[in-house]
């Protein structure tokens, strides 16, 4: 099944996304669940929150992989939310 993985930053975290963004990508590549992926901007071009789209037997796998996350584990987001998602186009 897909996963909307929809991650909303805490104001003022940019930095803590910048010093872990690379944990987080080598995170995202080393999932093979991991079909989609990439920040949210805000007005000003700035990264806010992440959209990642997973394909997970479980809804189990899918909090499992948003509990190790780095970001998460950083302590970046202030909400995170997996909602079953039905791909009709793409």
């Known amino acids: 099944m897909k996963v909307a993985l929809i991650a909303k930053d805490k104001p003022g975290a940019l ?6 963004r690379p944990d987080h990508v080598a995170y995202l590549k080393a999932n093979s669940i991991v079909e989609q992926a990439g920040p949210f901007l805000d007005d000003a071009g700035e990264m806010c929150g992440s959209l990642i789209i997973l394909n997970v037997d479980t809804m189990a796998d899918a909090e499992a992989f948003a509990a190790n996350d780095p970001y998460g584990k950083a302590g970046l987001f202030e909400s995170v939310e997996l909602i079953i998602w039905n791909r009709v186009i793409g």
Do not use: F, G, L, V
């Open 15 to 20: 930095s803590i996304r910048q010093e872990n």
